[in-house]
């Protein structure tokens, strides 16, 4: 625009400090308003084209500043996971945007009060008042009881404005609630001096603001959960280090089960965090995509393409952590099972579960114990088998006891022969009718003849002294025969595999 109007030329002096400041988007407009005025000679028309770039000018630096004012925030969110970093700069891009705003202070609730956490343009004597306010009193715990937006244009009579809020000129007030997890936990307040401080869509541009909060609230919240989490694994693996290191010098029909359930118990606990809060955030994602599609209008195309995606993506590892922390569920509540007093009865088991559980179980604890762990498993599970009548809790250590000697002997003959052998423990099972039968079958060292008829011997082991007791075996086997009617025996060829069969009556 070579040739700029004067009205237009200081209107943009005003809202943006030069022409080259304006939005490329916004200049076609502008250009074409423009090059009107100049096309008309006759004052009226003039006139007309005079008042409607006031009026245009007035639309796109409001916009301008809304736009600013939501990049600045969604910035902040999606840039840090520190909470208070976010709400100093909510407040700052509020209170720097937005003429009409004098005062703007975020509260959260803490007990019995809404405490101030982040605020810009209180008063200093104000400001010491205004920090904690009690249960139930003033317009922040009733937008905070209510839970919805609370606009009052005109204090004048006013019955939740308080004394103090009247001293500093309060003439008009804007609050709203914060959620986390559809609970209200604070608000965001605006004091202004003046009446009737705002239009509806600045009403809109700050419940878009308080939404871009949540997130923040709620990435800041799950990553000091998530440090907590870690803080007592990290605990736990201490606590199980120790308990390793005394149980060497227990007796050796000392029971591991003790040990295995307060790791167990150590690590439910903060797993069901996990769980529950990557549960409730999908749902706050996705409300937060609702709220974005409902302002989508007034958001700027890019940030508005931005978000979507950042949502999208959010909402995908969300999933992935709930399925991989219910995965993690179902191994702590197995340990659980191994390690209870007393098995209880026998009761209706799906056998494909319980040993595929067991797998895990043990391969990810030999990993635990040495990082350098590495056996390949090959499964086949025989859908058509259902369900059988075990105890489980007992199968269950039959199978942690066969498949810990199989990665132990699979992976002893790695070290033997380096890399060039590749440790690998099969395991299947079978429908035969009236019965199953699983096998486990290693490509270890195998079993020397001398020494086959002592296998399920008590106290005979061929381990080393401290990582064997010679039991499991031993009561693998009479929990398969002289407690379920089944049959345990093994194949072996020594120096290349060994195959444990059991088979157990439907």
Known sequence: MKKIHSILKSQIEKAFGSVDSIPKKYMVLLASINKRYWDFEDKEHKSQIEEELKENLERIERKSRFETIINSVTRSVHQTIDLTEVLEKSVQALKENIESINITGIYFVEGKEAVLMAHRGFPKGYLERARRIPYPKGFTWRTIIEGKTIYCPDTENDKYIGPAGRKIGTESYLAIPLRYKKEVIGSINVNCLIKDAFEEDEIKLLEVVAAQIQVAVS??????????????????????????????TQEKLASLGTLTAGIAHEIKNPLNFVNNFSDLSVELVDELGQVLEKHKERINSEAYHEIEEILSTLKQDLEKINEHGNQADRIVQNMLQHTRGKSGGPHETDINTLLDDDIGLTYHGLRAKDEKFNVMIDKNFDGSIGTINVVAQDIGRVFLNVLTNAFYEADKKHKDLGDNFVPKVSVSTRNLDNRVEITIHDNGTGISENIRGKVFNPFFTTKPTGEGTGLGLSISYDIIVKEHNGQMRFETQEGEFTEFIITLPK
């Open 219 to 248: 990435n800041a919240r799950q990553a000091e959960e998530k440090n907590e989490l870690i803080s007592k694994l990290e605990s736990a693996l201490e606590q199980l280090k120790t308990m390793q290191e005394e149980l060497v």
